[in-house]
């Protein structure tokens, strides 16, 4: 694993976990992802699918509305994890997503060996995206 500070190593730990949990039945793709709060908190989440693809959430998702359900809108790093070669980064959707709670969140991607982990911000994977300032 690339030198990355502490509290993103213990994401990609959580994110690991809550892949454990996904619901994958029809793509045999489980995805986790962590959500760390400005406050510390951390919000997990797992890709839940249903046999109607469009009502699919990614692990992102659930894991930005798990925190928002419980009051939480500011956050400072998502960690995103899967069985992959190389990171991967999150669907567009769930770029728009994240984008809506702030420019700086750093999104973190690992794979399961966390052999190679890649940390970027949000606005480096969604470039002049829209949110609640532009409107």
């Keep these: 694993m690339e030198k990355i500070r ?4 213990m994401l990609v730990e959580r994110a690991k976990e809550a892949r454990e949990r996904a619901y994958a039945p029809y793509s045999r793709f489980p995805v986790g992802a962590a959500l760390l ?7 997990t989440g797992c890709n ?3 046999a109607s ?8 998702r659930t894991a930005i509305f798990k ?8 956050f400072r790093a998502i960690s995103v994890v899967l ?11 769930c770029r728009q997503v994240i984008f809506e709670f702030g ?4 999104v973190v991607m ?12 949000i606005t480096d994977l969604i470039p002049r995206a829209f949110g609640p300032s532009s409107l």
């Design 37 to 43: 709060c400005e406050d510390g908190t951390i919000y």
């Design 83 to 93: 069985d992959s070669t190389d990171p991967s980064a999150p669907c567009g959707a």
């Design 6 to 9: 502490g509290e993103y190593r």
């Design 48 to 50: 839940v699918e249903n």
């Design 103 to 106: 420019p700086d969140i750093d």
């Design 110 to 121: 690992a794979n399961v060996g966390s052999e190679s982990v890649d940390v970027v911000k």
């Design 67 to 74: 925190a928002v359900s419980e009051g939480h809108t500011k």
């Design 53 to 60: 693809y469009g009502l699919t959430c990614c692990a992102e």
